[in-house]
């Protein structure tokens, strides 16, 4: 299907589901790459980029692309053999990338015109940053009067007038600055405060009580009896309560009276219009002003955030295209000088899914590609309006027709409609066509009674699909779910999920089948149906290795190592399949054992009673040596002991993703504790692993599902509930603000009214995108559950979907019950050494429980002296305070000053100058060597000159020193065979004494 034309160009293509959107893209890439003047290229593709959203969707056009090229050439194509080859060979060239990752090779090209050095480091989390920030924020306040006063007008504000009982607004206000920050990062604007004109929100709304109060006075009679109570409680209370909750009848034009009572009089109806003039202006600054306060501090917090992260050259993924919109809009750089300093030139673009592009993606791109079509080169965008479900991070589906309309008017444009659909049997395609056709869509929009909304009409224009001739079969079954109340509904709704998957396990591998969920609540109930029926499952559930059974053991064994005395923990590990495959034990010993307990002394006292052996062959060695251990040396020689890969093959993957975790983590958490108390809080997207066995029933959400397809779809939730964003973004010229939402509110200003009804309508397109995305996912066969309510209210995808669509088609058995599967090859076990003799020189085993103080002592003086690096040419208390500041963020709530002391006595020690003050030469903390015996190392300082090769190595006394000799001994070996010409020298400074000695290493 080729799509090419005329360069340049931009070819826009609109992709239903299922109608071969990589297809087109790959098809293009290899017209482009096919044509003369790429071919007189020495690398062909280095000038063509394409820009997905997602690694998979990268690597399946990567993919795509090969296997053209792989296709022809075997036929005997002379080009493409050679393009195969060319590729192969300069593989770096072949950009077929995220956007994100292409928006960081920007910013890693131009990190100094942005103000960043060139090791800046992108980390993914700032939850850790902003609370410290926070922190330090309230902090300043016991000495900052003008940051008092942003406190205390929040609480004012939060006990007043949002009226909060809670006793610590810190969780929300935490909370709120999170999801400012990610805001301002999506739309790449900063926040600012509506402008409150004259008085307070608390003054108006006690001028509103006193002219209601004195409406009150003059009602006649035949006034309605609960509108005249309401105003008597008002007035009897002097209390107007929240807006949201006020009568309906305070949103009458005229004073609500009987028929054929007496009138009101003049100045009631006067009063009557000036009271609904200041619910208005009431409502108004109520939703436009709301967030105000907490705008102010997350503005303050942001200050104190800016100065930490520039300090620890940390930049964070939600920054990324903010940081690269400065390029141009600052005029930071110009199009010839990033392509100079990313080393490339682009003269062809390809996006994918371009409905999900974001404004700020957009302007990020859009001057890379007009001087790419002023200079010949080409645009291609592909993608599907009704699939756009990204709108809540930035995504707007209306740049895909704007783009065409509004950008590049001197081009030439053409549209494709891709109108065959490749994935779904007929059945589906139909069904799925009758369900967001124009008039079933109007009549399911005229139930809403809210509007016609023109726009999610227009959204599904373009929805009709053919059916492939060959794919004539197909099944769609809807069943209703009534039920009274949630837990009768889910009973319902699990009896059929779990009877449908029985019938289909006659027809289908579990792997064909695919069940999908909007939440992540219902993906877990899901997951756990599956579980306790004996089926198979991979979820995001059964995918965390957060939650992988093996992974659980080894995190309560290591919780027991940090606490002793957790009884918990220690029999959570011993009945557990690592401790018992290991032991010899069987579970109905141990169980007996933990029976016998009376809470005389601990498990583990106890077990070591019992099962000497097994403590001393297995417990011990850890027990001894927690805390003196590099835990990821710790958990490697932890898994050896225990033999887990080897008896536990299937969860490699999991155990894999564990030990990547305590390695990427070694540098922030500093202590096993530390890192446990990541593991047990980290995101989940943080903890997923990609890899589970083939044949098992896959639970999703609707989200991750998007691009995937499945031969049998289960929808167990299907609904419909819009529900606009009670904290809507606006943009207001170059800045944002924050709307408070909500539909009783907006009942008294035509302004609000018109905000949340074009709210309503965007959020009722995501509905329906969301509905369309779930709905087109599945090859064969799609089942729904249509539960009768959401919650409370009535769900509406029970208008969206007829009775007479309640099932189409017929069931029928495919010839290959593993059609379409892909193969997966078995990786034998890992093999891991283990670390605990190897390193057992760094302590002694009653050590590690008699000087935990020590221990963390000496901790904190190596973390000190690693943040100093050469101090020649400045004052030794200026180049330690700038370490003790640095070292704060790694113990917080520390008292520094007594290290503070200790450290600058050795800094000013002369005998020790020539450690810290080098005149001609480098120095190197931390620094990572390879001993002769293959492990690695690191040394506490390295200090290179001309003339000689220093190693320090800290030590917090002379316990143990003969180990100490040894281990620098062996540092001296290894640094000689990297430095042969120059003398080596290792020295043990002890910081008790603060003294050095030197290590005599014989040669």
Same mark, same amino acid.
């Given at each position: 299907?080729?799509?090419?034309?005329?360069?340049?160009?931009?070819?826009?293509?609109? &992709?239903?589901?299922?109608?071969?959107?990589?297809?087109? !893209?790959?098809?293009?890439?290899?017209?482009?790459?096919?044509?003369?003047?790429?071919?007189?290229?020495?690398?062909?593709?280095?000038?063509?980029?394409?820009?997905?959203?997602?690694?998979?969707?990268?690597?399946?056009?990567?993919?795509?692309?090969?296997?053209?090229?792989? %296709?022809?050439?075997?036929?005997?194509?002379?080009?493409?053999?050679?393009? /195969?080859?060319?590729?192969?060979?300069?593989?770096?060239?072949?950009?077929?990338?995220?956007?994100?990752?292409?928006?960081?090779?920007?910013?890693?090209?131009?990190?100094?015109?942005?103000?960043?050095?060139?090791?800046?480091?992108?980390?993914?989390?700032?939850? +850790?940053?902003?609370?410290?920030?926070?922190?330090?924020?309230? +902090?300043?306040?016991?000495?900052?009067?003008?940051?008092?006063?942003?406190?205390?007008?929040?609480?004012?504000?939060?006990?007043?007038?949002?009226?909060?009982?809670?006793?610590?607004?810190?969780?929300?206000?935490?909370?709120?600055?999170?999801?400012?920050?990610?805001?301002?990062?999506?739309?790449?604007?900063?926040?600012?405060?509506?402008? /409150?004109?004259?008085?307070?929100?608390?003054?108006?709304?006690?001028?509103?009580?006193?002219?209601?109060?004195?409406?009150?006075?003059?009602?006649?009679?035949?006034?309605?009896?609960?509108?005249?109570?309401?105003?008597?409680?008002?007035?009897?209370?002097?209390?107007?309560?929240?807006?949201?909750?006020?009568?309906?009848?305070?949103?009458?034009?005229?004073? $609500?009276?009987?028929?054929?009572?007496?009138?009101?009089?003049?100045?009631?109806?006067?009063?009557?219009?000036?009271?609904?003039?200041?619910?208005?202006?009431? &409502?108004?600054?109520?939703?436009?002003?709301?967030?105000? $306060?907490?705008?102010?501090?997350?503005?303050?917090?942001?200050?104190?955030?800016?100065?930490?992260?520039?300090?620890?050259?940390?930049?964070?993924?939600?920054?990324?295209?903010?940081?690269?919109?400065?390029?141009?809009?600052?005029?930071?750089?110009?199009?010839?000088?990033?392509?100079?300093?990313?080393?490339?030139?682009?003269?062809?673009?390809?996006?994918?899914?371009?409905?999900?592009?974001?404004?700020?993606?957009?302007?990020?791109?859009?001057?890379?590609?007009?001087?790419?079509?002023?200079?010949?080169?080409?645009?291609?965008?592909?993608?599907?309006?009704?699939?756009?479900?990204?709108?809540?991070?930035?995504? +707007?589906?209306?740049?895909?027709?704007?783009?065409?309309?509004?950008?590049?008017?001197?081009?030439?444009?053409?549209?494709?409609?891709?109108?065959?659909?490749?994935?779904?049997?007929?059945?589906?395609?139909?069904?799925?066509?009758?369900?967001?056709?124009?008039?079933?869509?109007?009549?399911?929009?005229?139930?809403?009674? *809210?509007?016609?909304? $023109?726009?999610?009409?227009?959204?599904?224009?373009?929805?009709?699909?053919?059916?492939?001739?060959?794919?004539?079969?197909?099944?769609?079954?809807?069943?209703?779910?009534?039920?009274?109340?949630?837990?009768?509904?889910?009973?319902?709704?699990?009896?059929?999920?779990?009877?449908?998957?029985?019938?289909?396990?006659?027809?289908?591998?579990?792997?064909?089948?695919?069940?999908?969920?909007?939440?992540?609540?219902?993906?877990?109930?899901?997951?756990?149906?599956?579980?306790?029926?004996?089926?198979?499952?991979?979820?995001?559930?059964?995918?965390?290795?957060?939650?992988?059974?093996?992974?659980?053991?080894?995190?309560?064994?290591?919780?027991?190592?940090?606490?002793?005395?957790?009884?918990?923990?220690?029999?959570?590990?011993?009945?557990?399949?690592?401790?018992?495959?290991?032991?010899?034990?069987?579970?109905?010993?141990?169980?007996?054992?933990?029976?016998?307990? *009376?809470?005389?002394?601990?498990?583990?006292?106890?077990?070591?009673?019992?099962?000497?052996?097994?403590?001393?062959?297995?417990?011990?060695?850890?027990?001894?040596?927690?805390?003196?251990?590099?835990?990821?040396?710790?958990?490697?020689?932890? !898994?050896?002991?225990?033999?887990?890969?080897?008896?536990?093959?299937?969860?490699?993957?999991?155990?894999?993703?564990?030990?990547?975790?305590?390695?990427?983590?070694?540098?922030?958490?500093?202590?096993?504790?530390?890192?446990?108390?990541?593991?047990?809080?980290?995101?989940?997207?943080?903890?997923?692993?990609?890899?589970?066995?083939?044949?098992?029933?896959?639970?999703?959400?609707?989200?991750?599902? *998007?691009?995937?397809?499945?031969?049998?779809?289960?929808?167990?939730?299907?609904?419909?509930?819009?529900?606009?964003?009670?904290? /809507?973004?606006?943009?207001?010229?170059?800045?944002?603000?924050?709307?408070?939402?909500?539909?009783?509110?907006?009942?008294?200003?035509? %302004?609000?009214?018109?905000?949340?009804?074009?709210?309503?309508?965007?959020?009722?397109?995501?509905?329906?995108?969301?509905?369309?995305?779930?709905?087109?996912?599945?090859?064969?066969?799609?089942?729904?559950?249509?539960?009768?309510?959401?919650?409370?209210?009535?769900?509406?995808?029970?208008?969206?979907?007829?009775?007479? !669509?309640?099932?189409?088609?017929?069931?029928?058995?495919?010839?290959?019950?593993?059609?379409?599967?892909?193969?997966?090859?078995?990786?034998?076990?890992?093999?891991?050494?283990?670390?605990?003799?190897?390193?057992?020189?760094?302590?002694? %085993?009653?050590?590690?429980?008699?000087?935990?103080? !020590?221990?963390?002592?000496?901790?904190?003086?190596?973390?000190?002296?690693?943040?100093?690096?050469?101090?020649?040419?400045?004052?030794?208390?200026?180049?330690?305070?700038?370490?003790?500041?640095?070292?704060?963020?790694?113990?917080?709530?520390?008292?520094?000053?007594?290290?503070?002391?200790?450290?600058?006595?050795?800094?000013?020690?002369?005998?020790?100058?020539?450690?810290?003050?080098?005149?001609?030469?480098?120095?190197?903390?931390?620094?990572?060597?390879?001993?002769?015996?293959?492990?690695?190392?690191?040394?506490?300082?390295?200090?290179?000159?001309?003339?000689?090769?220093?190693?320090?190595?800290? *030590?917090?006394?002379?316990?143990?020193?003969?180990?100490?000799?040894?281990?620098?001994?062996?540092?001296?070996?290894?640094?000689?065979?990297?430095?042969?010409?120059?003398?080596?020298?290792?020295?043990?400074?002890?910081?008790?004494?603060?003294?050095?000695?030197?290590?005599?290493?014989?040669?």
């Amino acid at each position: 299907m080729p799509l090419s034309g005329n360069i340049p160009q931009i070819e826009i293509v609109e &992709a239903s589901a299922g109608s071969g959107k990589t297809y087109a !893209l790959a098809q293009k890439y290899l017209d482009l790459l096919t044509s003369p003047k790429q071919q007189a290229s020495d690398i062909p593709f280095k000038n063509i980029l394409a820009i997905t959203f997602t690694n998979a969707a990268a690597l399946e056009m990567k993919s795509r692309i090969l296997a053209f090229l792989k %296709e022809r050439a075997l036929k005997g194509d002379r080009q493409a053999e050679k393009l /195969l080859e060319s590729i192969f060979r300069n593989y770096n060239f072949f950009a077929v990338r995220t956007i994100d990752s292409f928006i960081k090779s920007l910013l890693a090209g131009c990190a100094f015109p942005l103000g960043l050095t060139s090791g800046f480091e992108i980390r993914d989390d700032s939850s +850790d940053y902003l609370a410290y920030s926070f922190d330090a924020l309230i +902090d300043r306040a016991a000495e900052e009067s003008g940051t008092k006063k942003l406190f205390t007008d929040f609480l004012d504000h939060y006990l007043i007038v949002a009226k909060k009982n809670s006793w610590s607004p810190k969780k929300d206000l935490c909370e709120a600055a999170q999801d400012l920050f990610n805001k301002s990062n999506t739309f790449g604007r900063g926040f600012a405060r509506r402008a /409150l004109a004259g008085k307070t929100f608390t003054e108006r709304k006690a001028e509103l009580e006193k002219l209601v109060a004195k409406l009150g006075e003059m009602l006649p009679a035949g006034t309605h009896s609960r509108f005249a109570d309401a105003v008597a409680k008002i007035a009897q209370k002097n209390d107007l309560p929240p807006l949201g909750s006020l009568s309906t009848y305070f949103t009458y034009e005229e004073i $609500p009276i009987k028929k054929g009572s007496e009138k009101c009089s003049a100045g009631a109806e006067k009063l009557w219009e000036t009271i609904k003039q200041k619910l208005k202006e009431l &409502a108004e600054i109520e939703s436009l002003t709301f967030f105000n $306060p907490y705008v102010d501090i997350f503005a303050a917090i942001m200050k104190s955030f800016q100065e930490i992260a520039r300090r620890d050259e940390a930049v964070f993924l939600a920054q990324l295209n903010t940081l690269a919109n400065r390029l141009f809009a600052e005029e930071l750089i110009t199009v010839p000088e990033l392509y100079l300093r990313i080393a490339t030139t682009l003269h062809h673009y390809l996006l994918d899914e371009f409905q999900d592009t974001s404004p700020l993606q957009w302007d990020n791109l859009f001057p890379l590609i007009k001087e790419a079509l002023d200079s010949g080169g080409s645009l291609f965008y592909v993608g599907d309006k009704k699939q756009a479900i990204y709108r809540f991070r930035g995504g +707007d589906p209306t740049l895909f027709n704007r783009v065409k309309t509004d950008y590049f008017p001197k081009q030439t444009k053409t549209t494709t409609i891709l109108e065959n659909n490749y994935r779904s049997e007929k059945a589906i395609v139909e069904w799925n066509n009758e369900v967001f056709s124009p008039a079933n869509l109007a009549r399911f929009i005229s139930t809403l009674d *809210k509007g016609d909304f $023109p726009e999610a009409l227009a959204n599904f224009a373009n929805s009709t699909q053919k059916p492939l001739p060959d794919k004539a079969a197909g099944y769609v079954k809807v069943t209703p779910i009534d039920g009274i109340d949630k837990d009768e509904r889910e009973l319902k709704s699990k009896e059929n999920l779990l009877a449908a998957i029985k019938e289909l396990s006659g027809r289908f591998d579990y792997g064909q089948i695919a069940i999908l969920a909007r939440e992540n609540d219902n993906v877990e109930l899901a997951t756990e149906w599956l579980l306790e029926a004996g089926i198979p499952v991979a979820s995001d559930k059964t995918l965390s290795v957060r939650a992988n059974p093996a992974v659980k053991e080894l995190v309560s064994f290591l919780k027991f190592l940090i606490s002793p005395i957790d009884d918990l923990s220690f029999a959570s590990f011993i009945l557990g399949e690592i401790f018992q495959k290991a032991a010899g034990l069987k579970r109905t010993e141990i169980e007996s054992f933990l029976l016998e307990q *009376k809470k005389t002394d601990y498990y583990y006292r106890a077990f070591r009673e019992k099962f000497p052996q097994v403590w001393t062959d297995l417990i011990n060695p850890f027990f001894q040596s927690v805390g003196f251990i590099p835990f990821y040396e710790f958990i490697i020689s932890l !898994l050896k002991t225990f033999n887990v890969p080897a008896n536990f093959p299937q969860r490699q993957a999991f155990l894999m993703k564990f030990i990547e975790l305590v390695k990427e983590k070694e540098k922030d958490a500093v202590s096993l504790e530390a890192f446990i108390e990541y593991f047990e809080e980290a995101a989940e997207t943080e903890l997923y692993v990609f890899a589970t066995e083939v044949n098992a029933v896959k639970v999703e959400t609707i989200h991750r599902a *998007k691009g995937l397809d499945f031969g049998v779809v289960i929808l167990p939730f299907l609904g419909i509930e819009v529900s606009p964003n009670p904290e /809507l973004i606006a943009q207001n010229d170059d800045k944002l603000s924050v709307i408070k939402l909500n539909k009783d509110v907006a009942r008294f200003s035509a %302004e609000l009214d018109n905000i949340y009804l074009e709210e309503y309508q965007r959020t009722l397109i995501d509905e329906l995108n969301n509905i369309y995305v779930a709905l087109t996912r599945a090859k064969h066969e799609l089942y729904i559950f249509l539960p009768n309510k959401i919650g409370n209210s009535k769900n509406l995808a029970g208008d969206l979907i007829p009775e007479t !669509l309640y099932e189409r088609g017929n069931q029928v058995k495919y010839k290959a019950k593993d059609a379409g599967q892909e193969k997966h090859l078995s990786i034998s076990p890992s093999s891991y050494t283990d670390w605990l003799p190897l390193l057992k020189n760094e302590f002694l %085993e009653e050590y590690s429980v008699k000087h935990r103080e !020590l221990i963390v002592k000496g901790d904190i003086f190596h973390k000190i002296f690693s943040l100093i690096g050469n101090t020649a040419g400045t004052e030794p208390g200026a180049a330690l305070d700038q370490a003790i500041e640095q070292a704060k963020y790694f113990y917080p709530g520390v008292d520094l000053a007594e290290y503070r002391a200790a450290v600058l006595k050795i800094l000013n020690n002369k005998k020790l100058k020539r450690f810290f003050f080098i005149e001609n030469g480098s120095v190197y903390q931390e620094k990572e060597i390879v001993l002769t015996s293959g492990e690695t190392e690191r040394l506490d300082r390295l200090i290179v000159t001309p003339n000689e090769i220093l190693i320090v190595d800290y *030590k917090s006394s002379r316990d143990f020193a003969e180990a100490h000799q040894q281990q620098v001994g062996n540092y001296i070996a290894a640094v000689k065979n990297i430095f042969p010409e120059r003398p080596v020298k290792g020295f043990l400074l002890y910081l008790d004494s603060a003294t050095a000695e030197e290590v005599l290493c014989p040669e």
